[in-house]
Nanobody, 128 residues
């Protein structure tokens, strides 16, 4: 299993940017499809952004398209989520997830049940 540690969360104002990081240890990042999920109080955990095992394919939730970008640095075994033009509705705990079981190296899993490894989460709060 991959050990995942998120960082980079915080309190920002609407329109600001944040970059979340997910550091992995124990396994080679390029062997995993990676995803970012978020969970707001009283709501279910939802998919935000994902990256295929190959790194060639990404997927984003409609609510963050054009604002959030997922990327990775294999040399640092770290995945990033660049979040621009943040909105109050982006407030949530953000989780990094990984899975080594994918149907294709180009496939981006978007369901939480597709992922086997999870980080502890990092809080993002956006004030209006």
């Amino acid at each position: 299993q991959a050990q995942l540690v998120e960082s980079g969360g915080g309190l920002v104002q609407a329109g600001d940017s944040l970059r979340l990081s997910c550091a992995t240890s124990g396994r080679t990042l390029s062997r995993y499809a990676m995803g970012w999920f978020r969970q707001a109080p009283g709501k279910e955990r939802e998919f935000v952004s994902g990256l295929s095992q190959s790194g060639a394919t990404t997927a984003n939730a409609d609510s963050v398209k054009g604002r959030f970008t997922i990327s990775r640095d294999n040399s640092k075994n770290t995945v990033y989520l660049q979040m621009n033009n943040l909105k109050p509705e982006d407030t949530a705990v953000y989780y990094c997830a990984a899975t080594g079981s994918v149907r294709s190296i180009l496939y981006v899993p978007t369901r939480r049940f597709d992922y086997s490894d999870w980080g502890q989460g990092t809080q993002v709060t956006v004030s209006s």
